[in-house]
């Protein structure tokens, strides 16, 4: 076990960190945005007037995405059952309603290309240091288990990262169960297990796993998405592995 100092506080006894993926290790914002715009405006020539609506439930402003936004939080199953909503209210049938709004999402993503960003500056090493300490990493992610998978490969990250769980058909975040089964994977126990992410999501749902902490993350210093956070940062970098001599320093300085 590990103590993982992040600012000035200190998680004890840390077997595992989970991380998430978009936002967190991946830059997709440019990606999210894209496939958002496309399927805006693949719904609007069928259903007229849609395309603003659906932006803005997306959190796509110009060239800006909200990171609390639908697209960037949401399954993808969430995703294309909002959009189908939205169809819905026009008069089509759900069946095929939510069918337009799945394609829809195939057709932007072929389009924009769906090939994996790139991972935030520094995370990498980050990930290394942890590896080379002995915690535990996993990756948990609302995107599909497909693309945590791609992600995973297309940035050689399987000498570092254990276990890769997306969300499918099944549980979404802030659902605890998706934290549990990845602890489970890691054979490791909640209670030592910390979550790194950049929303509200997955806050909640380690809190409810009783997890041994909650990292909140914005690179763009962006925090109001990120409540119930112990601790918040702006890089994956503000992560450290206390070494047993600085942890005795620190406890002299309690002590002083």
Request: aromatic share 6%; net charge negative; charged share 20%.
């Amino acid at each position: 076990m590990v103590d993982i100092k992040c600012q000035n506080l200190i998680f004890s006894n840390i077997q595992a960190i989970i991380f998430d993926k978009d936002g967190t290790l991946e830059d997709s914002k440019e990606y999210l945005r894209q496939v958002g715009q496309r399927v805006a405006k693949i719904v609007d020539m069928q259903f007229s007037g849609l395309e603003q609506p659906l932006l803005m439930a997306f959190g796509i402003n110009g060239d800006s995405l909200d990171p609390a936004g639908l697209i960037a939080v949401g399954s993808s199953a969430e995703t294309a059952i909002a959009t189908a909503a939205y169809i819905a209210q026009t008069g089509c049938r759900w069946i095929e309603s939510l069918a337009i709004a799945r394609q829809a999402f195939k057709s932007a993503e072929k389009h924009v290309g769906n090939i994996p960003s790139p991972m935030f500056v520094g995370s990498l090493e980050v990930l290394k240091n942890l590896t080379k300490a002995g915690i535990k990493l996993g990756i948990l992610s609302a995107a599909r288990t497909d693309e945590v998978y791609a992600f995973v490969k297309h940035h050689q990250l399987s000498d570092y990262i254990q276990v890769q769980i997306g969300v499918d058909e099944g549980p979404s975040k802030p659902d605890p169960i998706l934290f549990l089964q990845a602890c489970q994977s890691l054979e490791v126990e909640p209670g030592s297990t910390l979550m790194v992410g950049d929303s509200m999501g997955d806050m909640q749902m380690a809190l409810n796993a009783k997890a041994a902490g909650c990292i909140g993350i914005s690179w763009i210093r962006q925090f109001e998405n990120l409540i119930g956070a112990d601790v918040l940062i702006n890089h994956l970098n503000e992560i450290e592995v206390v070494t047993q001599q600085h942890t005795l320093i620190l406890s002299k300085q309690k002590i002083s």
